[in-house]
């Protein structure tokens, strides 16, 4: 069973940045894929991005490219979403999530969610 917990969300302004956390407790982390995911809660919950486990590769929604960057520190597991250049469309609960399938897209099932982290971008 892997715990996730998320950080680092808050208020910001349009424009401004965010850096996410996710510490996973599992010393496995690196046999995971790891994504982030956010919900507004009048819309689906959405695909934001992916890494694979080697951090090789990485997946991104057409709307945060370019504004977004997913890492990961597998000696820390821990995986983070850099967000700069937000926008008030990117306030959302933000989840991060674990699957041991596929290369890090948002295609395939993720079995282990965090508690999420609430991002709010004023205008």
């Known amino acids: 069973q892997v715990q996730l917990v998320e950080s680092g969300g808050g208020l910001v302004q349009t424009g401004g940045s965010l850096r996410l956390s996710c510490a996973a407790s599992e010393r496995t982390f690196n046999t995971y894929n790891m994504g982030w995911f956010r919900q507004d809660p009048k819309k689906e919950r959405e695909f934001v991005a992916g890494i694979s486990r080697s951090g090789r590769s990485t997946y991104y929604r057409d709307s945060v490219k370019g504004r977004f960057t997913i890492s990961r520190d597998n000696t820390k597991n821990t995986v983070y979403l850099q967000m700069n250049s937000l926008k008030p469309e990117d306030t959302a609960v933000y989840y991060c999530?674990?699957?041991?399938?596929?290369?890090?897209?948002?295609?395939?099932?993720?079995?282990?969610w965090g508690q999420g982290t609430q991002v709010t971008v004023s205008s």
């Open positions: 999530a674990a699957t041991a399938v596929g290369d890090g897209g948002g295609d395939v099932p993720y079995d282990y």
